[in-house]
């Protein structure tokens, strides 16, 4: 079962800001940035329990990322 991932208004900002500024770094930054993001994403949705989650940060993407379930 895969669980649904929201992003509170705040952390949807910071990950949008985050990829424009990687691709203003250089161009495609961005996207592989994205691409690191989409791919944890999906990892904790499948098994969220595999991870650290709550106060903690999940840091397999290029920024950290927490979550409660």
Do not use: C, D, H
């Given at each position: 079962?895969?669980?649904?991932?929201?992003?509170?208004t705040?952390?949807?900002?910071?990950?949008?800001?985050?990829?424009?500024w990687?691709?203003?770094?250089?161009?495609?930054?961005?996207?592989?940035?994205?691409?690191?993001?989409?791919?944890?994403?999906?990892?904790?949705?499948?098994?969220?329990?595999?991870?650290?989650?709550?106060?903690?940060?999940?840091?397999e993407?290029?920024?950290?990322?927490?979550?409660?379930?």
């Amino acid at each position: 079962m895969n669980f649904t991932i929201l992003f509170v208004t705040e952390a949807n900002e910071e990950y949008l800001n985050s990829y424009w500024w990687y691709e203003q770094q250089q161009e495609g930054l961005g996207t592989r940035f994205k691409t690191k993001v989409e791919l944890t994403l999906t990892k904790i949705s499948q098994n969220p329990r595999a991870y650290k989650y709550g106060k903690r940060p999940f840091r397999e993407a290029a920024f950290p990322i927490y979550y409660r379930i």
